[in-house]
Protein backbone atom coordinates (compact mmCIF):
# COMPACT_ATOMS: atom_id res chain seq x y z
CA UNK A 1 0.00 0.00 0.00
CA UNK A 2 1.39 3.41 -1.20
CA UNK A 3 1.16 6.60 1.24
CA UNK A 4 -1.85 7.94 -0.78
CA UNK A 5 -3.97 5.06 -0.39
CA UNK A 6 -2.94 5.15 3.46
CA UNK A 7 -4.25 8.28 3.68
CA UNK A 8 -7.45 7.41 1.02
CA UNK A 9 -8.43 4.87 3.81
CA UNK A 10 -7.64 6.89 6.51
CA UNK A 11 -9.95 10.00 4.79
CA UNK A 12 -12.55 6.64 4.65
CA UNK A 13 -12.31 6.17 8.00
CA UNK A 14 -12.82 10.05 9.30
CA UNK A 15 -15.79 10.37 7.48
CA UNK A 16 -17.71 7.29 9.09
CA UNK A 17 -16.85 8.53 12.50
CA UNK A 18 -19.91 11.15 13.20
CA UNK A 19 -19.84 12.01 16.57
CA UNK A 20 -17.30 11.93 20.17
CA UNK A 21 -17.83 9.51 22.83
CA UNK A 22 -20.65 11.20 25.49
CA UNK A 23 -18.98 12.24 28.60
CA UNK A 24 -21.73 13.96 30.10
CA UNK A 25 -21.43 12.15 33.51
CA UNK A 26 -17.47 13.92 33.75
CA UNK A 27 -18.49 17.29 31.54
CA UNK A 28 -22.14 18.35 33.59
CA UNK A 29 -20.65 18.25 36.71
CA UNK A 30 -18.93 21.43 35.63
CA UNK A 31 -19.76 24.51 36.17
CA UNK A 32 -20.25 26.72 32.95
CA UNK A 33 -17.49 28.99 33.46
CA UNK A 34 -14.93 25.82 33.73
CA UNK A 35 -16.94 24.07 30.76
CA UNK A 36 -16.25 26.65 28.47
CA UNK A 37 -12.55 26.92 29.43
CA UNK A 38 -12.69 23.30 28.85
CA UNK A 39 -13.16 23.49 25.20
CA UNK A 40 -12.45 26.93 24.04
CA UNK A 41 -9.68 27.08 22.14
CA UNK A 42 -9.57 31.28 22.47
CA UNK A 43 -7.83 33.17 25.12
CA UNK A 44 -9.35 34.37 28.48
CA UNK A 45 -7.87 37.23 29.87
CA UNK A 46 -8.20 38.43 33.63
CA UNK A 47 -5.04 41.24 33.96
CA UNK A 48 -3.17 42.21 30.76
CA UNK A 49 -0.73 44.84 29.98
CA UNK A 50 0.16 45.96 26.66
CA UNK A 51 3.04 48.85 26.01
CA UNK A 52 3.50 48.04 22.82
CA UNK A 53 1.99 50.96 20.72
CA UNK A 54 3.75 53.12 18.57
CA UNK A 55 3.41 56.73 16.76
CA UNK A 56 5.71 56.53 13.44
CA UNK A 57 5.59 59.09 11.05
CA UNK A 58 2.42 59.72 13.11
CA UNK A 59 0.07 57.48 11.19
CA UNK A 60 -1.19 54.63 14.05
CA UNK A 61 0.15 51.47 14.00
CA UNK A 62 -2.15 49.92 17.06
CA UNK A 63 -2.67 46.32 17.57
CA UNK A 64 -5.41 44.02 17.42
CA UNK A 65 -7.07 41.44 19.94
CA UNK A 66 -8.48 38.36 19.81
CA UNK A 67 -9.77 37.01 23.26
CA UNK A 68 -12.15 36.82 25.75
CA UNK A 69 -12.43 39.60 28.74
CA UNK A 70 -15.10 38.25 30.63
CA UNK A 71 -16.73 35.31 31.34
CA UNK A 72 -19.77 35.77 33.76
CA UNK A 73 -22.74 33.34 35.08
CA UNK A 74 -25.88 35.20 35.37
CA UNK A 75 -29.58 35.16 34.95
CA UNK A 76 -29.84 37.80 32.92
CA UNK A 77 -33.95 37.64 32.33
CA UNK A 78 -34.81 36.73 35.54
CA UNK A 79 -36.31 33.42 34.32
CA UNK A 80 -34.81 31.46 36.87
CA UNK A 81 -32.17 29.99 34.21
CA UNK A 82 -28.48 31.04 34.12
CA UNK A 83 -26.71 31.74 30.79
CA UNK A 84 -22.86 32.39 30.49
CA UNK A 85 -22.33 35.68 28.89
CA UNK A 86 -19.06 36.08 27.36
CA UNK A 87 -17.13 39.39 26.48
CA UNK A 88 -15.31 38.66 23.51
CA UNK A 89 -12.84 41.07 21.91
CA UNK A 90 -12.31 40.41 17.77
CA UNK A 91 -10.55 41.84 15.01
CA UNK A 92 -13.19 43.13 12.02
CA UNK A 93 -11.74 44.75 9.22
CA UNK A 94 -9.18 45.49 10.58
CA UNK A 95 -10.91 47.55 13.60
CA UNK A 96 -11.09 45.75 17.68
CA UNK A 97 -14.57 44.67 18.14
CA UNK A 98 -16.11 44.21 21.49
CA UNK A 99 -18.87 41.66 21.35
CA UNK A 100 -20.98 39.76 23.72
CA UNK A 101 -22.41 36.13 23.56
CA UNK A 102 -24.90 34.15 25.14
CA UNK A 103 -24.04 29.85 25.90
CA UNK A 104 -26.43 27.90 27.17
CA UNK A 105 -25.32 24.03 27.63
CA UNK A 106 -26.77 21.18 25.39
CA UNK A 107 -26.22 17.99 26.96
CA UNK A 108 -22.18 18.11 27.92
CA UNK A 109 -21.38 20.82 25.17
CA UNK A 110 -21.87 24.50 25.51
CA UNK A 111 -23.21 26.44 22.11
CA UNK A 112 -23.39 30.01 21.28
CA UNK A 113 -27.10 30.67 20.97
CA UNK A 114 -26.72 34.54 19.96
CA UNK A 115 -24.33 37.70 20.08
CA UNK A 116 -23.96 41.17 19.78
CA UNK A 117 -21.89 44.26 19.15
CA UNK A 118 -20.93 46.33 21.89
CA UNK A 119 -18.66 48.65 20.71
CA UNK A 120 -16.42 49.00 16.93
CA UNK A 121 -12.93 50.47 15.92
CA UNK A 122 -11.78 50.38 19.73
CA UNK A 123 -8.18 50.83 21.08
CA UNK A 124 -7.29 53.07 17.68
CA UNK A 125 -6.28 56.60 19.30
CA UNK A 126 -3.87 57.31 21.61
CA UNK A 127 -5.87 56.93 25.32
CA UNK A 128 -9.09 54.82 25.81
CA UNK A 129 -11.35 54.12 28.08
CA UNK A 130 -13.48 51.34 27.84
CA UNK A 131 -15.99 49.53 30.70
CA UNK A 132 -18.69 46.89 29.82
CA UNK A 133 -20.91 46.43 32.86
CA UNK A 134 -24.40 44.71 34.13
CA UNK A 135 -27.06 47.53 34.95
CA UNK A 136 -30.49 46.01 36.61
CA UNK A 137 -33.42 47.11 35.43
CA UNK A 138 -37.58 45.45 35.08
CA UNK A 139 -36.60 44.01 32.14
CA UNK A 140 -33.26 41.97 33.69
CA UNK A 141 -29.42 42.75 33.08
CA UNK A 142 -28.94 44.78 30.51
CA UNK A 143 -25.39 44.36 28.96
CA UNK A 144 -23.77 48.13 28.53
CA UNK A 145 -20.66 49.05 26.91
CA UNK A 146 -19.33 53.01 27.17
CA UNK A 147 -15.67 53.22 25.57
CA UNK A 148 -14.37 56.59 24.84
CA UNK A 149 -10.95 56.93 22.85
CA UNK A 150 -9.20 60.13 22.54
CA UNK A 151 -6.38 61.24 20.36
CA UNK A 152 -4.08 64.19 21.72
CA UNK A 153 -0.96 64.32 19.39
CA UNK A 154 -3.06 65.11 16.23
CA UNK A 155 -6.29 66.82 17.51
CA UNK A 156 -7.85 67.17 20.99
CA UNK A 157 -10.61 65.10 19.49
CA UNK A 158 -13.14 62.21 21.62
CA UNK A 159 -14.82 59.28 19.86
CA UNK A 160 -17.99 58.18 22.78
CA UNK A 161 -20.18 55.46 22.20
CA UNK A 162 -22.19 53.55 24.89
CA UNK A 163 -24.78 50.52 24.00
CA UNK A 164 -26.52 48.35 25.87
CA UNK A 165 -29.10 45.24 24.95
CA UNK A 166 -31.14 43.20 26.77
CA UNK A 167 -31.33 39.04 26.15
CA UNK A 168 -35.47 37.46 25.76
CA UNK A 169 -34.20 34.44 26.95
CA UNK A 170 -32.95 33.54 22.74
CA UNK A 171 -31.39 36.73 21.78
CA UNK A 172 -29.61 39.64 22.42
CA UNK A 173 -31.61 42.75 21.39
CA UNK A 174 -30.33 46.86 21.34
CA UNK A 175 -32.43 47.53 24.70
CA UNK A 176 -31.77 51.35 24.54
CA UNK A 177 -30.87 53.01 21.32
CA UNK A 178 -27.32 53.60 21.12
CA UNK A 179 -25.51 56.85 21.44
CA UNK A 180 -22.51 56.86 18.75
CA UNK A 181 -20.14 60.37 18.01
CA UNK A 182 -17.41 62.13 18.58
CA UNK A 183 -16.39 65.50 18.77
CA UNK A 184 -13.42 68.03 21.07
CA UNK A 185 -16.00 70.39 23.32
CA UNK A 186 -18.82 67.99 23.77
CA UNK A 187 -21.00 70.91 24.70
CA UNK A 188 -24.04 70.69 26.87
CA UNK A 189 -26.14 69.84 23.42
CA UNK A 190 -23.85 67.46 22.40
CA UNK A 191 -23.95 65.59 25.74
CA UNK A 192 -27.33 65.50 25.60
CA UNK A 193 -27.79 61.95 24.03
CA UNK A 194 -25.72 60.37 26.09
CA UNK A 195 -27.09 61.71 29.49
CA UNK A 196 -30.66 60.30 27.30
CA UNK A 197 -28.98 57.45 26.45
CA UNK A 198 -27.71 56.23 30.12
CA UNK A 199 -30.93 57.08 31.84
CA UNK A 200 -32.71 54.79 29.51
CA UNK A 201 -31.30 51.83 31.63
CA UNK A 202 -31.34 53.83 34.87
CA UNK A 203 -27.74 55.12 35.10
CA UNK A 204 -27.69 58.87 36.23
CA UNK A 205 -23.60 60.19 36.18
CA UNK A 206 -23.03 64.24 37.29
CA UNK A 207 -20.61 63.74 34.37
CA UNK A 208 -20.47 62.33 30.83
CA UNK A 209 -17.94 61.54 27.74
CA UNK A 210 -14.44 62.16 29.69
CA UNK A 211 -15.57 60.43 32.85
CA UNK A 212 -16.57 57.36 33.57
CA UNK A 213 -20.00 56.32 34.13
CA UNK A 214 -18.98 53.21 36.28
CA UNK A 215 -16.95 55.26 38.86
CA UNK A 216 -19.81 57.54 39.41
CA UNK A 217 -22.85 55.19 39.59
CA UNK A 218 -23.38 52.67 41.89
CA UNK A 219 -26.11 50.30 40.59
CA UNK A 220 -23.66 48.47 38.17
CA UNK A 221 -21.65 45.31 38.10
CA UNK A 222 -18.28 45.64 36.54
CA UNK A 223 -17.33 42.60 33.96
CA UNK A 224 -14.19 44.18 32.06
CA UNK A 225 -12.33 47.45 32.34
CA UNK A 226 -10.00 48.24 29.64
CA UNK A 227 -7.76 51.44 30.01
CA UNK A 228 -4.98 53.11 28.17
CA UNK A 229 -2.83 55.65 29.54
CA UNK A 230 0.26 58.20 27.92
CA UNK A 231 3.44 57.88 28.79
CA UNK A 232 5.22 60.54 27.46
CA UNK A 233 3.98 64.03 26.60
CA UNK A 234 3.23 65.75 23.62
CA UNK A 235 6.51 68.02 23.72
CA UNK A 236 8.21 64.55 23.49
CA UNK A 237 6.35 63.49 20.61
CA UNK A 238 7.36 66.56 18.55
CA UNK A 239 11.27 66.35 19.44
CA UNK A 240 11.40 63.06 18.10
CA UNK A 241 9.36 63.70 14.97
CA UNK A 242 11.78 67.25 14.34
CA UNK A 243 14.28 65.28 14.99
CA UNK A 244 13.66 62.94 12.31
CA UNK A 245 14.23 59.76 14.70
CA UNK A 246 11.61 57.13 15.10
CA UNK A 247 13.40 55.48 18.48
CA UNK A 248 11.41 55.64 21.43
CA UNK A 249 8.41 56.47 19.91
CA UNK A 250 6.38 54.43 22.01
CA UNK A 251 3.28 56.22 23.22
CA UNK A 252 0.57 54.55 25.34
CA UNK A 253 0.19 51.48 27.42
CA UNK A 254 -2.91 49.58 27.61
CA UNK A 255 -4.39 47.70 30.77
CA UNK A 256 -6.77 45.13 30.64
CA UNK A 257 -9.17 43.72 33.93
CA UNK A 258 -11.58 41.35 34.27
CA UNK A 259 -13.78 41.31 37.32
CA UNK A 260 -15.02 37.77 36.94
CA UNK A 261 -12.04 35.59 35.46
CA UNK A 262 -9.80 35.52 38.48
CA UNK A 263 -9.49 31.31 38.43
CA UNK A 264 -9.19 31.06 34.35
CA UNK A 265 -5.89 33.28 33.13
CA UNK A 266 -5.08 33.11 29.60
CA UNK A 267 -3.90 30.00 27.96
CA UNK A 268 -1.74 31.79 25.47
CA UNK A 269 -1.28 34.78 27.15
CA UNK A 270 1.73 36.09 24.21
CA UNK A 271 -1.15 35.50 21.75
CA UNK A 272 -3.93 37.58 23.06
CA UNK A 273 -2.10 40.78 20.95
CA UNK A 274 -1.69 40.34 17.43
CA UNK A 275 -0.05 42.91 15.41
CA UNK A 276 -2.15 44.00 12.32
CA UNK A 277 0.51 43.23 10.08
CA UNK A 278 -0.20 39.75 11.02
CA UNK A 279 -3.49 39.53 10.77
CA UNK A 280 -3.90 37.90 7.27
CA UNK A 281 -2.90 35.00 8.96
CA UNK A 282 -5.41 34.91 11.75
CA UNK A 283 -9.08 33.25 10.97
CA UNK A 284 -11.87 33.24 12.78
CA UNK A 285 -13.00 30.21 15.64
CA UNK A 286 -10.72 27.68 13.81
CA UNK A 287 -8.65 24.93 15.69
CA UNK A 288 -6.36 25.10 13.00
CA UNK A 289 -6.43 28.06 11.23
CA UNK A 290 -3.25 27.08 9.01
CA UNK A 291 -4.16 23.11 8.48
CA UNK A 292 -4.05 23.54 4.62
CA UNK A 293 -0.84 25.51 5.03
CA UNK A 294 1.15 22.88 6.94
CA UNK A 295 1.93 19.89 9.08
CA UNK A 296 -0.12 19.33 12.43
CA UNK A 297 2.31 17.18 15.25
CA UNK A 298 1.20 14.80 17.86
CA UNK A 299 2.51 17.53 20.46
CA UNK A 300 0.10 20.24 19.43
CA UNK A 301 -2.57 17.21 19.74
CA UNK A 302 -1.71 16.62 22.61
CA UNK A 303 -2.39 20.51 24.23
CA UNK A 304 -6.15 19.68 23.13
CA UNK A 305 -8.98 17.92 24.61
CA UNK A 306 -10.67 15.10 22.89
CA UNK A 307 -13.62 17.07 21.70
CA UNK A 308 -11.24 19.96 20.16
CA UNK A 309 -9.61 17.51 17.96
CA UNK A 310 -12.80 16.41 17.10
CA UNK A 311 -13.68 19.73 15.73
CA UNK A 312 -9.74 20.27 14.27
CA UNK A 313 -10.77 17.52 12.35
CA UNK A 314 -13.94 18.35 10.70
CA UNK A 315 -13.24 21.92 10.39
CA UNK A 316 -10.90 20.51 7.35
CA UNK A 317 -14.26 19.11 5.60
CA UNK A 318 -16.30 22.32 6.93
CA UNK A 319 -14.07 24.61 4.90
CA UNK A 320 -14.65 22.97 1.97
CA UNK A 321 -18.40 23.11 2.68
CA UNK A 322 -18.85 19.98 3.73
CA UNK A 323 -22.93 20.18 5.21
CA UNK A 324 -23.11 17.84 8.08
CA UNK A 325 -25.30 15.29 8.84
CA UNK A 326 -24.73 14.85 12.68
CA UNK A 327 -27.12 17.93 14.20
CA UNK A 328 -24.06 18.53 16.62
CA UNK A 329 -21.13 19.49 13.73
CA UNK A 330 -24.57 21.16 12.15
CA UNK A 331 -24.83 23.37 14.79
CA UNK A 332 -21.03 23.99 15.84
CA UNK A 333 -19.98 25.37 12.04
CA UNK A 334 -23.35 27.09 10.71
CA UNK A 335 -22.11 29.38 13.89
CA UNK A 336 -19.32 30.33 12.41
CA UNK A 337 -19.13 33.48 9.44
CA UNK A 338 -16.54 31.56 7.28
CA UNK A 339 -18.32 28.21 6.99
CA UNK A 340 -20.21 28.15 3.79
CA UNK A 341 -22.40 24.84 3.09
CA UNK A 342 -22.38 23.56 0.13
CA UNK A 343 -21.70 20.04 -0.16
CA UNK A 344 -24.13 16.96 1.03
CA UNK A 345 -22.46 15.15 3.63
CA UNK A 346 -23.50 11.88 1.22
CA UNK A 347 -21.95 13.88 -1.60
CA UNK A 348 -18.86 14.42 0.20
CA UNK A 349 -17.51 11.02 -0.64
CA UNK A 350 -13.92 9.56 -0.53
CA UNK A 351 -13.52 10.56 -4.48
CA UNK A 352 -14.62 13.89 -3.57
CA UNK A 353 -12.41 14.32 -0.78
CA UNK A 354 -9.58 13.19 -2.46
CA UNK A 355 -10.03 15.99 -5.27
CA UNK A 356 -10.63 18.76 -3.24
CA UNK A 357 -8.09 18.29 -0.22
CA UNK A 358 -4.53 19.68 -0.54
CA UNK A 359 -1.58 17.28 1.06
CA UNK A 360 -1.65 18.92 3.85
CA UNK A 361 -5.13 18.26 4.42
CA UNK A 362 -4.60 14.53 3.71
CA UNK A 363 -2.12 14.20 6.27
CA UNK A 364 -3.18 16.34 8.94
CA UNK A 365 -6.91 14.19 9.06
CA UNK A 366 -4.25 11.07 8.59
CA UNK A 367 -2.46 11.99 11.80
CA UNK A 368 -5.48 13.21 14.07
CA UNK A 369 -7.33 10.21 12.88
CA UNK A 370 -3.89 8.20 14.11
CA UNK A 371 -4.05 9.93 16.90
CA UNK A 372 -7.44 9.44 17.95
CA UNK A 373 -7.25 5.56 17.25
CA UNK A 374 -4.31 5.46 19.62
CA UNK A 375 -6.21 7.58 22.51
CA UNK A 376 -9.33 5.99 21.84
CA UNK A 377 -11.14 8.89 21.22
CA UNK A 378 -14.38 9.85 19.45
CA UNK A 379 -15.64 5.96 18.77
CA UNK A 380 -12.40 5.33 17.55
Known amino acids: ?????????????????????????????????????????????????????????????????????????????????????????????????????????????????????????????????????????????????????????????????????????????????????????????????????LAGVGLYPAN??????????????????????????YEEISGYMNSGSEEGLQYAETYFHSFVNEDLESKFPTEFAVVAAEQDAVFEDFVFPDSDERMITEAELDELSEYEIFIARNEIYARHGRIFHNEELNSYFSAKSWYQPTVDGDEFTEEYASKVFNTFEIQNISTMVQYEKAHGFNGY
Not at 87 to 110: F, H, S, T, V, W
Request: hydrophobic share 40%; proline share 2%.
Open 208 to 233: VVYNATVDQVSNVERLNTIRRYEIVT
Open 1 to 197: MNKIQGMTLTLAAALAVAAPTVRAEEDTKRDLKQLFYTYSKDNIVFDKYDDNYVYPNWKVEHKLYNGFLALEETDLNYDGAQELLAIRMKEKDGQNQIIAEIYEQQENKLQRITQYTLADGVLGLDTARIDVFLAETQAGKVICCEAADTAYVIADGTTYSFRAAGFDGSTLYEYQEPCVGSGSSWAPDETAPVYAA
